[in-house]
């Protein structure tokens, strides 16, 4: 298929990467002339503006918006719903609120042009490994689509299917869902993302015990000097703990056992607070959750170790370079 790119960080790069390699047609736009002319280099169609990526389209058009939250994205989708027609694609797949797809979805069907939300998760490692996603829309659009969902989703790979598991959509099985209409992909990759805050922080917690247990304000009887690396290493293998982010915890310790490199004043995107308002909504508890969007926000004013490992995964498996406050 023939696509349009609008963004070419982390993800947006990578993700028209891997649609070349699955035999796709990526036209490229970005601010950032230096990352247009790389991915032109690597088999993109270059365009100059929004405009001459509407021209080098043909009917249905398909635009994937895949910027920063908020005003990026929102000033690009209404410059693309003036230019777009009637059957048109406009997919937003980054990190927006849920209920500003449900807003675009509105003014976009207005139009008779079509709104995808696209909760997209895999970091910068999703080129090679495949990307998790999580889509809002119209079953039309959605499976209109579809081709391009499957190169980007990671596949059966050797993951076993889920016993007693019997459906005839297999989509989940590879790696994407259609998860309900406009807005609905990106409100479960919010969860997602809340729940991740709540794993995050319980590893960040428990290595800065394994830490701490070496204190002098204990009895010297009760020190231990815990090799970290290799309990994060053992804990890999076989562990009911085990997981990819463990996998970047080992993976940060190994490279700097103090995380000397990291500041640990933790940032958020966005994503754990929304979720926690959701659950304030629908009266839901989320003490776990809570707690951790709160660490991160008190990481800021008084960092632990755990504050850097946080870090540390942030930067295993989004590139994510926190910024001193």
Known sequence: MRLAMIGLGRMGGNISRRLMRGGHTVVAFDRDGAALATLVSEGAIGAISLDDLFASLSAPRIFWVMLPMGAPTQSTIDELLKLAEPGDIIIDGGNSFYKDDIKRGAAAKEKQIHYVDVGTSGGVWGLERGYCMMIGGDKEPVDLLDPIFETLSPGYGSIPCTPGRNTPDDRAERGYIHAGPTGAGHFVKMVHNGIEYGLMQAYAEGFDILKSKSFERLAPE?????????????????????????????????????????????????????????????????????????????????????????SAMRFGFGGHVEMPQ
């Open 222 to 310: 009760e020190r231990f000097d815990i090799n970290m690396t290799d309990v994060a290493e053992v804990w890999r293998r076989g562990s009911v703990i085990s997981s990819w982010l463990l996998d970047l915890c080992a993976i940060g310790l190994v490279k700097d056992p103090i995380l000397e490199q990291f500041t640990g004043q933790v940032s958020d995107s966005g994503e754990g607070q929304w979720t926690i308002d959701a659950a304030m909504e629908e009266a839901v508890p989320a003490y776990v959750l809570s707690a951790a969007l709160f660490a991160r926000y008190r990481s800021r004013v008084d960092c632990t170790f755990g504050d850097k490992l946080l």
